[in-house]
């Protein structure tokens, strides 16, 4: 669900700007939801068979509900399956009708010189890999921190109050261990990168660099532990993997454009950035008929 908004905010900024590139890496996304779908089947028809390899009788019971719940929706996420690949298809066909659409806008956006259109593609490149950045991220923070206080607290209470050993305060130090590793860190990294993009600042730039360095470690950690302790992680191994790995590619991406972005830092292309967002905003704005009939004369006679 919150994928499709995301694709949707997403389509709406690739219009309203002409970016081809986001277009592209759209398509991506969308393909990639496809394979996600199919791999949340698959990991539910999983946790139903290996029902049969418990023997406690609380844990049998749970699984048992599991399982009545996998046949109950088994058949609505096949058909959650199928219209994700229907709507795949027509996305890309929508998307290559717009790409034409738009190909001569960066042209007039930018004018001949190659060198500037190069460094505005890269502009726009290191834009989109920060809005799948902000997806990705904060996607793997939710869902560790929900199987952190819905799943693993409970269940570390429930043992602490039996006389178990203290295992609350281990769930907490790992708590705010995410939080500060992965959503702060996070929200500072992109804050960072996107504020020294658009007004051309080296030491926020900088910042972003060291920051991905440091998430880049964290999520190797976190990957090492989801894969050392596959009982724990019953359930989620998958998904989290999935976003793990999805996040690290991301970095992979986001640090080579980054440090290409900053070397173009004062070569020029902030007049044209801001002139295009200056353009853009002046052509969306409501206007009165007569002004817009004014400015419209006066557009047509420069051009």
Same mark, same amino acid.
């Given at each position: 669900m919150l994928a499709q908004v995301f694709t949707v905010i997403l389509v709406i900024d690739a219009i309203y700007q002409r970016n081809t590139i986001q277009l592209i890496a759209l398509v991506a996304f969308e393909? @990639?939801?496809?394979?996600?779908? /199919? /791999?949340?089947?698959?990991?539910?028809?999983?946790?139903?068979?290996?029902?049969?390899?418990v023997t406690l009788e609380k844990s049998l019971r749970a699984l048992e509900r599991?399982?009545?719940?996998?046949?109950?929706?088994?058949?609505?996420? /096949?058909?959650?399956?199928?219209?994700?690949i229907l709507s795949t298809i027509v996305f890309i066909f929508l998307a290559y009708k717009l790409y034409l659409e738009?190909?001569?806008?960066?042209?007039?956006?930018?004018?001949?010189?190659?060198?500037?259109?190069d460094r505005y593609k890269?502009?726009?490149?290191?834009m989109m890999l920060l809005k799948f950045d902000f997806f990705?991220?904060? @996607?793997?923070?939710?869902?560790?921190?929900?199987?952190?206080?819905?799943?693993?607290?409970?269940?570390?209470?429930?043992?602490?109050?039996l @006389? @178990?050993?203290?295992?609350?305060?281990?769930?907490?130090?790992?708590?705010?261990e995410h939080l500060v590793l992965s959503c702060l860190v996070s929200i500072a990294m992109l804050i960072s990168a996107y504020w020294g993009l658009r007004r051309e600042k080296k030491?926020?730039?900088?910042?972003?660099?060291?920051?991905?360095?440091?998430?880049?470690?964290?999520?190797?950690?976190?990957?090492?532990?989801?894969?050392g302790n596959p009982d724990k992680y019953r359930g989620s191994k998958v998904f989290l993997s999935f976003f793990l790995c999805v996040d690290m590619v991301l970095i992979l991406a986001s640090v080579p454009v980054g440090i290409l972005c900053l070397r173009n830092f004062n070569l020029g292309l902030i007049n044209h950035i801001s002139h295009a967002t200056a353009s853009a905003t002046s052509a969306h704005s409501m206007a009165p008929l007569g002004v817009e009939k004014s400015n419209?004369?006066?557009?047509?006679?420069?051009?």
């Amino acid at each position: 669900m919150l994928a499709q908004v995301f694709t949707v905010i997403l389509v709406i900024d690739a219009i309203y700007q002409r970016n081809t590139i986001q277009l592209i890496a759209l398509v991506a996304f969308e393909l @990639g939801m496809s394979a996600y779908s /199919i /791999i949340q089947f698959h990991q539910s028809s999983t946790l139903s068979k290996n029902s049969k390899d418990v023997t406690l009788e609380k844990s049998l019971r749970a699984l048992e509900r599991l399982n009545n719940a996998f046949l109950n929706s088994k058949w609505a996420e /096949i058909t959650q399956i199928c219209v994700m690949i229907l709507s795949t298809i027509v996305f890309i066909f929508l998307a290559y009708k717009l790409y034409l659409e738009f190909g001569w806008h960066i042209y007039k956006k930018i004018g001949a010189d190659l060198a500037m259109r190069d460094r505005y593609k890269t502009y726009q490149i290191f834009m989109m890999l920060l809005k799948f950045d902000f997806f990705f991220f904060l @996607g793997f923070s939710v869902q560790y921190l929900a199987l952190i206080v819905v799943a693993w607290w409970p269940d570390d209470k429930a043992k602490e109050a039996l @006389g @178990g050993e203290d295992l609350v305060s281990e769930i907490i130090r790992e708590l705010i261990e995410h939080l500060v590793l992965s959503c702060l860190v996070s929200i500072a990294m992109l804050i960072s990168a996107y504020w020294g993009l658009r007004r051309e600042k080296k030491i926020q730039m900088y910042v972003f660099l060291a920051l991905c360095a440091a998430s880049m470690a964290y999520y190797i950690y976190t990957l090492f532990l989801i894969t050392g302790n596959p009982d724990k992680y019953r359930g989620s191994k998958v998904f989290l993997s999935f976003f793990l790995c999805v996040d690290m590619v991301l970095i992979l991406a986001s640090v080579p454009v980054g440090i290409l972005c900053l070397r173009n830092f004062n070569l020029g292309l902030i007049n044209h950035i801001s002139h295009a967002t200056a353009s853009a905003t002046s052509a969306h704005s409501m206007a009165p008929l007569g002004v817009e009939k004014s400015n419209s004369s006066r557009r047509w006679s420069i051009e």
